[in-house]
């Protein structure tokens, strides 16, 4: 959260320093006017021209205001930085998370238009190295508007007294923090992307038109094209390293042959970048794609050999319940032959004694 940390204990143990060193300074101003009045009354001083002592005697007054202005800014600014943690604290869960998410939007938004003036500033630059053989003035005019962020300067007072204020104010994430320039990266490619794709989209409109062709479906086919070219997007990221690097040069006080040398490598740096980007991300897909292809084949073999293994198991059951079920029949009928024949004996006997 953009939350202000700061030292309240510190903040008073300078302000009582300071204190102090205006005390100091009272007793230094007593000093210096005696030392002044000794040199006043001394034999013989009448004789010597020139001098005067006004400013020696006021010099420690005015260091003692100044220490009593900064003691005021010092305690005014700990009070307003106390009122903000307060608010923050005091705001509730939903405004901050929307105020996070609006700020991560906010991010994305500036890393686009960021790679759309570093585009600009490498074609400005570029221009202006051409201008500049024949016209120096022109040149420099290039060269001030391409020194310029003109970006960065204005999210970063929309940010600090803008419209984004209250969303800087209360998000997780700060506008300068890890976060949110990762977020800003992102959206620099996606900057990159965006005006690759326009381009192959113009080009598309314009060659439909010519051959006859749809204009809206060959502007669609020209964008996807383009956007998805390695060559396209790597050379437009070369372009805006070059503009974003010359800008920082001339920031730096560079010459401008000089800030373009620095822009030259720091494009070659960003499409290179791009470059191994791209075909890492390739590389770990195809990994991807390999480890699920091995981990659902081991899967299904381990499924084959699962169902084999209960096929097994039923048969060796159903064989098993046959076989019970024979012995069960046979028991059965053995017993039930004993009881006929029991039941024959006992009516045999039965009828025997009945005739006796």
């Known amino acids: 959260m953009a939350k202000i940390v700061y030292n309240a204990q510190k903040t008073e143990s300078v302000i009582s320093q300071l204190k102090n060193a205006t005390k100091q300074l009272n007793y230094t101003a007593r000093d ?7 040199i006043k009354n001394a034999h013989g001083i009448e004789y010597v021209n020139g001098l005067d002592f006004s400013g020696i005697v006021q010099s420690p007054e005015e ?58 500033d490498g074609l400005a630059s570029a221009t202006a190295w ?28 929309q940010y600090k007294t803008g419209f984004l204020k209250d969303i800087e104010k209360y998000s997780y994430m700060s506008s300068k923090g890890t976060a949110a320039t990762l977020i800003k990266g992102i959206g620099i490619g996606a900057g990159y992307a965006l005006t690759a794709y326009a381009g192959g989209a113009i080009a598309g ?15 669609i086919s020209g964008g996807k094209a383009a956007a998805g070219s390695l060559k396209a997007v790597a050379g437009l990221a070369g372009l805006g390293g070059f503009g974003d690097g010359t800008q920082r040069g001339l920031q730096e006080g560079l010459s401008y042959n000089d800030a373009m040398k620095k822009g030259v490598v720091e494009g070659a740096v960003q499409a290179g970048t791009v470059v191994a980007a791209t075909y890492a991300f390739k590389g770990a897909a195809k990994l991807a794609s390999k480890a699920k292809a091995g981990i659902m084949n081991k899967i299904a073999a381990n ?54």
């Open 205 to 219: 409109a314009i060659g439909g038109a010519g051959s006859g062709a749809g204009i809206a479906s060959s502007a």
């Open 130 to 157: 051409l201008v500049g053989w024949f016209n120096k003035d022109a040149k420099e005019e290039i060269g001030d508007w391409v020194e310029k962020d003109h970006v960065g300067d204005y999210f970063a007072e």
């Open 303 to 356: 499924s084959a050999d699962d169902v084999a293994k209960a096929a097994a198991n039923s048969a060796d059951d159903v064989a098993k319940a046959a076989a019970n079920s024979a012995d069960d029949v046979a028991n059965a009928a053995a017993n039930s032959a004993d009881d006929v024949a029991n039941a024959a004996a006992n009516s045999a006997d039965d009828v025997a004694n009945a005739a006796a």
């Open 63 to 120: 260091c003692q205001k100044q220490i009593e202005d900064q003691i005021k800014t010092i305690s005014g600014r700990a009070k307003e930085i106390e009122k903000y943690n307060k608010e923050i604290d005091g705001a509730n869960v939903v405004t901050k998370f929307g105020s996070t998410i609006i700020m991560g939007g906010a991010k994305v938004l500036e890393g686009v238009a960021t790679a759309g003036e570093q585009i600009v």
């Open 32 to 38: 210096l006017e005696s030392a002044i009045n000794i």
